[in-house]
């Protein structure tokens, strides 16, 4: 059978049972691209799929997810008798040390969108009242920029307060609540998108450039860079990556959960709440979120002498 086409296949059954994300779905095109359009599976050499998941520099972590959803295509493949063994290697490269993300402080985040008013550049495509709406929103929401971006005038509702997301990571659909504070920002901003002749359609963009354009992740992700140099945010602890957009996201996880632990909600069934509202398929995916802060860890041992002195709940 056609490599190709058992990888369609399988993403298609691994999409029914809402499994699949996109970058998964990449991994396995890019392997049968790699291997050759017409590559039969079981044509498939170790050394090919070696030559694949070095690809040209150092061993990452993407090293990892490649051979992570290699090791679940080819368990499919067998048990469907396609290829008695799978041509991948036994012998994994020791795994990168973790990527620790920025979580920003409440001092940070009033630097950057305080920031959008002033900031500016010779082409400033992002309005100001435009680039503080987004930050609130992702900060808001921990949506994905990709998310957030990809929402047209219909999906938002300011007056019920949520916004929808569609065809997501996971090729799901969720309705999103907003907070009062991110809806009057929204509020806001609908008001001079209206005011200054945007589109009204409810299928267009509801984040355009100043041009009229639908925003791109590129743009946000390079116009961040800028204005957090400018907000002077940046990272004190050595690591080699500065503060990223993305970063936004983790700071919401663990500012809900911080949030949790001091207003002494069930942290137990906060948790799964959490991972829906952030789109996560698995409660795993939502810890990979919660990075350990002083803050965080100073309200989760207070929870714990609670409980264990007071009989409180965790």
Same mark, same amino acid.
């Given at each position: 059978?056609? =490599?190709?086409?058992?990888?369609?296949?399988?993403?298609?059954?691994?999409?029914?049972?809402?499994?699949?994300?996109?970058?998964?779905?990449?991994?396995?095109?890019? !392997?049968?691209?790699?291997?050759?359009?017409?590559?039969?599976?079981?044509?498939?050499?170790?050394?090919?799929?070696?030559?694949?998941?070095?690809?040209?520099? /150092?061993?990452?972590?993407?090293?990892?997810?490649?051979?992570?959803?290699?090791?679940?295509?080819?368990?499919?493949?067998?048990?469907?008798?396609?290829?008695?063994?799978?041509?991948?290697?036994?012998?994994?490269?020791?795994?990168?040390?973790?990527?620790?993300?920025?979580?920003?402080?409440?001092?940070?985040?009033?630097?950057?969108?305080?920031?959008?008013?002033?900031?500016?550049?010779?082409?400033?495509?992002?309005?100001?009242?435009?680039?503080?709406?987004?930050?609130?929103?992702?900060?808001?929401?921990?949506?994905?920029?990709?998310?957030?971006?990809?929402?047209? =005038?219909?999906?938002?509702?300011?007056?019920?307060?949520?916004?929808?997301?569609?065809?997501?990571?996971?090729?799901?659909?969720?309705?999103?609540?907003?907070?009062?504070?991110?809806?009057?920002?929204? #509020?806001?901003?609908?008001?001079?998108?209206?005011?200054?002749?945007?589109?009204?359609?409810?299928?267009?963009? !509801?984040?355009?450039?100043?041009?009229?354009?639908?925003?791109?992740?590129?743009?946000?992700?390079?116009?961040?860079?800028?204005?957090?140099?400018?907000?002077?945010?940046?990272?004190?602890?050595?690591?080699?990556?500065? /503060?990223?957009?993305?970063?936004?996201?983790?700071?919401?996880?663990?500012?809900?959960?911080?949030?949790?632990?001091?207003?002494?909600?069930?942290?137990?069934?906060?948790? /799964?709440?959490?991972?829906?509202?952030?789109?996560?398929?698995?409660?795993?995916?939502?810890?990979?979120?919660?990075?350990?802060?002083?803050?965080?860890?100073?309200?989760?041992?207070?929870?714990?002498?609670?409980?264990? !002195?007071?009989?409180? #709940?965790?």
């Amino acid at each position: 059978m056609k =490599l190709s086409q058992l990888i369609s296949e399988y993403v298609a059954f691994r999409k029914s049972l809402g499994e699949v994300g996109r970058t998964n779905g990449y991994i396995l095109r890019a !392997f049968s691209k790699a291997m050759g359009d017409e590559a039969d599976i079981g044509d498939v050499q170790p050394y090919r799929v070696n030559a694949f998941l070095a690809g040209s520099g /150092p061993v990452t972590s993407h090293w990892h997810r490649k051979h992570s959803s290699l090791i679940s295509f080819y368990r499919y493949a067998i048990a469907h008798g396609h290829v008695a063994s799978s041509p991948l290697p036994t012998v994994l490269p020791k795994q990168a040390e973790r990527f620790a993300p920025h979580i920003y402080s409440r001092d940070e985040l009033r630097r950057l969108l305080d920031a959008t008013n002033a900031y500016r550049t010779g082409r400033a495509f992002i309005e100001p009242h435009t680039f503080r709406a987004l930050l609130f929103l992702l900060y808001g929401t921990g949506l994905r920029i990709s998310e957030a971006l990809s929402l047209t =005038l219909g999906d938002v509702d300011l007056q019920e307060a949520f916004v929808i997301v569609r065809d997501t990571k996971f090729y799901k659909t969720r309705l999103v609540p907003i907070g009062t504070q991110v809806c009057e920002v929204l #509020v806001q901003y609908a008001k001079r998108r209206k005011d200054s002749g945007r589109s009204q359609d409810k299928s267009a963009p !509801f984040f355009m450039t100043r041009r009229s354009a639908p925003l791109t992740v590129a743009l946000v992700e390079s116009s961040f860079q800028r204005l957090r140099d400018y907000a002077g945010v940046r990272r004190t602890d050595g690591a080699r990556y500065q /503060p990223r957009l993305h970063d936004l996201r983790h700071t919401f996880a663990v500012h809900r959960l911080t949030e949790g632990y001091r207003e002494k909600q069930n942290v137990q069934k906060l948790l /799964p709440q959490l991972s829906t509202y952030m789109g996560h398929a698995k409660i795993s995916s939502t810890q990979w979120y919660l990075t350990m802060t002083p803050e965080l860890l100073r309200e989760a041992n207070l929870r714990f002498a609670q409980y264990a !002195f007071e009989g409180g #709940v965790l």
